[in-house]
Nanobody, 119 residues
Framework: QVQLVESGGGLVQAGGSLRLSCIVSGRTLRNDFMGWFRQAPGKEREFVAQINWSGGTTSYADSVKGRFTISRDAAKNTVYLQMNALKPEDTAVYYC??????????WGWGQGTQVTVSS
């Protein structure tokens, strides 16, 4: 059974940092794109960042560039999202996703982890 399990969310003050983790099990990652999305209350889910598992190429939403860093550890089958200089507008449920190249639909979603940034 394929599972994506996130952890690392929590409550932090504005300007603080958190690191989210997503462990993938039940499937061998090759050239997949691992990504993070987020959804704030009353808003649509939005893209945050992604990384190509094999080549390490990354991309970010403009709203998080320079503050968030996505990375992966192949030995641990884990993708991370380091979030620095957090702002109240970063408050959301963060989801880990996985998709194959050329597919617009992820083959996996995590259950989500809550990030709350207080002002």
């Amino acid at each position: 059974q394929v599972q994506l399990v996130e952890s690392g969310g929590g409550l932090v003050q504005a300007g603080g940092s958190l690191r989210l983790s997503c462990i993938v099990s039940g499937r061998t990652l090759r050239n997949d794109f691992m990504g993070w999305f987020r959804q704030a209350p009353g808003k649509e889910r939005e893209f945050v960042a992604q990384i190509n598992w094999s080549g390490g190429t990354t991309s970010y939403a403009d709203s998080v560039k320079g503050r968030f860093t996505i990375s992966r550890d192949a030995a641990k089958n884990t993708v991370y999202l380091q979030m620095n200089a957090l702002k109240p507008e970063d408050t959301a449920v963060y989801y880990c996703t996985a998709r194959t190249p050329g597919s617009g639909t992820p083959w996996g979603w995590g259950q989500g982890t809550q990030v709350t940034v207080s002002s």
